[in-house]
């Protein structure tokens, strides 16, 4: 395809990203910008209270960023097996290779791009937006701001780039997969190499053409490597999976819903590995991140509350897996109430969720203290009840459609922040008032989870009574 054709098969995809959003959303999706910029404003001020420093806060735009980049990325696992499904008839022209006189790297190469661009303005444009409303009253040059927008995207190409270049290695071999995964590991910690000077926010921290070409350069190599190593579905190696319903259902307390909804991320493309990954991925982000404030501000965030808010936040992710193959119609054909149906999917994502978090706190016990390694333990499950209760309760079994539709996108941000926020500057001010901090912290966690069981209980009967309606 000329580079004319290329140009043209862009401007289509991001005219169908935007009348797909549309479509679904109505003119209310015109208002999600606005309401990101609302939303980066409040935060950022709010932050700003707790004595947390600008320089902090875009180190936490970048993280945030970079973790939202990732799960965009996923659109290689999404479009091996699940995509299509949810969407029924609409057929993307990202999985039209078959139809199209182009080869499916070529599509994927161009929906990246399509990606970059339609959130940097859909997202990331907002964000830095919100970030200018407090940072420039407080000083800060407007080129400053810019250069936030631009290192920002470069963290989402990264994100993007990284995680379909390792989903695009898991596709040719999950021993290889794991293999570099350790082997990169053990180099950076071996090695005493800074991961964060070879990204984005290098660049940012210190402007300058070194730092350019070193924080650019990997995110631009995976962004390249990502959709030349990814293999469609239809050219693997196909497989039949064991039988492991009945052993799985006996373990479940004979929960047919919660033993199907395993069953359906066990086998879809990454298994449950992607949990893992998943969690992985925010726990890494993590650790970079309180490091990070530690550096740019007086404080000593605690990286147990921080642990522990972010995974349960992170469990999101897990719950959106657990639903990808749901039609909420479809139950209405099955003796079962949506409640019972909501039931099943706590006990699915629980299992999924939960153990890949304390995974990675059990890990952590090679450099953070046990207390606050417990801390975190105590802190994850609560918040992540709550994460469940309040997305059954706002979304259903659409958590990734819904959310783009901005009342409810409003609803969804409000009640997190409603638990984060407390949390976050729990985490922040531990070091200098760590009785009160973690009795802040463990008493809104419990609170937390109260909330989320009894939205979780209402969240059966509302959507029953909706999808009957519809």
Same mark, same amino acid.
């Given at each position: 395809?000329?580079?004319?054709?290329?140009?043209?098969l862009?401007?289509?995809?991001?005219?169908?990203?935007?009348?797909?959003?549309?479509?679904?959303f109505?003119?209310?999706?015109a208002?999600?910008?606005?309401?990101?910029?609302?939303?980066a404003?409040?935060?950022?001020?709010?932050?700003?209270?707790?004595?947390t420093?600008?320089?902090?806060?875009?180190v936490?735009l970048h993280?945030?960023?970079?973790?939202?980049?990732?799960?965009v990325?996923?659109?290689?696992l999404?479009?091996?097996?699940a995509l299509?499904?949810?969407?029924g008839?609409?057929?993307?022209l990202v999985f039209?290779?078959?139809t199209?006189?182009?080869?499916w790297?070529?599509?994927?190469?161009?929906?990246?791009?399509?990606?970059?661009?339609?959130?940097?303005?859909?997202?990331l444009?907002?964000?830095?937006?919100?970030y200018?409303?407090v940072?420039?009253?407080?000083?800060?040059p407007v080129?400053r701001?810019?250069l936030?927008?631009?290192?920002?995207?470069?963290?989402?190409?990264?994100?993007?780039?990284?995680?379909?270049? =390792?989903?695009?290695?898991?596709t040719?071999s999950?021993a290889a997969?794991?293999?570099?995964?350790?082997?990169a590991?053990?180099?950076?910690?071996?090695?005493?190499v800074?991961p964060?000077?070879?990204?984005? =926010?290098?660049?940012y921290?210190?402007p300058?053409?070194? +730092?350019?070409i070193?924080?650019?350069?990997p995110?631009?190599?995976?962004?390249?490597?990502?959709p030349?190593?990814?293999?469609?579905a239809d050219t693997?190696?196909?497989?039949t999976?064991?039988?492991?319903?009945?052993?799985?259902?006996?373990l479940?307390?004979?929960?047919?819903v919660?033993?199907r909804?395993?069953l359906?991320v066990?086998?879809?493309?990454?298994?449950?590995?992607?949990v =893992?990954?998943?969690?992985?991925?925010l726990f890494?982000v993590?650790?970079?991140?309180?490091?990070?404030?530690?550096?740019?501000?007086?404080?000593?965030?605690?990286?147990?509350?921080?642990?522990?808010?972010?995974?349960?936040l992170?469990?999101? +992710?897990?719950y959106?897996?657990? +639903?990808?193959f749901?039609?909420?119609?479809?139950?209405?054909?099955y003796?079962?109430?949506?409640?019972?149906?909501?039931?099943?999917?706590r006990?699915? !994502?629980l299992?999924?969720?939960l153990?890949?978090?304390?995974?990675?706190? =059990?890990?952590?016990?090679?450099?953070?203290p046990?207390?606050?390694?417990?801390l975190?333990?105590?802190v994850?499950?609560?918040?992540a009840?709550?994460?469940?209760?309040?997305?059954? !309760?706002v979304?259903?079994?659409?958590?990734?459609e819904?959310?783009?539709?901005?009342?409810?996108?409003?609803?969804?941000?409000?009640a997190?922040?409603?638990v984060?926020?407390?949390l976050?500057?729990?985490a922040?001010v531990?070091s200098?008032m760590?009785?009160?901090?973690?009795g802040?912290?463990l008493?809104?966690?419990a609170?937390?989870?109260?909330v989320?069981?009894?939205?979780a209980?209402?969240a059966g009967?509302?959507?029953?009574?909706r +999808?009957?309606?519809q």
């Amino acid at each position: 395809m000329s580079g004319a054709g290329n140009g043209r098969l862009l401007r289509r995809m991001l005219r169908e990203e935007w009348r797909l959003h549309a479509e679904l959303f109505g003119g209310r999706f015109a208002a999600f910008p606005v309401l990101v910029t609302a939303v980066a404003a409040a935060g950022c001020w709010l932050l700003t209270l707790t004595g947390t420093g600008l320089e902090a806060i875009a180190v936490g735009l970048h993280a945030l960023v970079v973790f939202f980049g990732l799960q965009v990325g996923t659109i290689g696992l999404v479009g091996r097996d699940a995509l299509r499904d949810v969407l029924g008839d609409v057929t993307l022209l990202v999985f039209s290779a078959r139809t199209l006189p182009v080869t499916w790297r070529r599509l994927l190469a161009t929906f990246l791009v399509k990606d970059l661009l339609y959130y940097s303005a859909l997202f990331l444009l907002p964000l830095a937006v919100g970030y200018a409303v407090v940072a420039i009253e407080a000083g800060v040059p407007v080129a400053r701001v810019a250069l936030l927008w631009v290192t920002t995207a470069g963290a989402f190409t990264l994100g993007v780039g990284g995680s379909l270049t =390792l989903a695009g290695i898991g596709t040719r071999s999950r021993a290889a997969l794991l293999g570099i995964v350790a082997v990169a590991t053990v180099a950076v910690v071996a090695t005493n190499v800074d991961p964060v000077s070879f990204t984005p =926010l290098a660049v940012y921290a210190d402007p300058g053409v070194d +730092t350019a070409i070193r924080g650019f350069a990997p995110a631009v190599v995976l962004a390249t490597l990502g959709p030349v190593l990814f293999r469609p579905a239809d050219t693997a190696g196909t497989r039949t999976a064991p039988d492991r319903y009945d052993s799985l259902r006996s373990l479940l307390g004979g929960d047919g819903v919660a033993t199907r909804s395993v069953l359906e991320v066990a086998r879809s493309s990454g298994s449950v590995w992607k949990v =893992l990954f998943s969690m992985g991925v925010l726990f890494g982000v993590t650790a970079l991140l309180v490091r990070e404030i530690g550096r740019a501000t007086p404080l000593d965030p605690s990286p147990g509350i921080a642990f522990g808010t972010l995974l349960g936040l992170g469990a999101f +992710t897990t719950y959106s897996w657990v +639903t990808s193959f749901d039609d909420a119609s479809e139950y209405l054909r099955y003796p079962v109430s949506m409640a019972d149906v909501f039931a099943g999917k706590r006990r699915a !994502y629980l299992l999924l969720s939960l153990p890949a978090g304390l995974i990675y706190l =059990l890990g952590s016990l090679y450099w953070l203290p046990p207390v606050e390694v417990a801390l975190g333990a105590v802190v994850f499950p609560p918040v992540a009840v709550y994460v469940f209760g309040v997305t059954t !309760y706002v979304t259903g079994l659409s958590p990734n459609e819904l959310l783009f539709d901005t009342p409810l996108f409003a609803a969804f941000s409000a009640a997190l922040a409603v638990v984060a926020l407390p949390l976050v500057v729990a985490a922040l001010v531990r070091s200098e008032m760590p009785t009160t901090a973690t009795g802040i912290a463990l008493g809104v966690a419990a609170l937390a989870a109260l909330v989320g069981v009894g939205l979780a209980r209402r969240a059966g009967p509302r959507w029953q009574a909706r +999808t009957r309606l519809q």
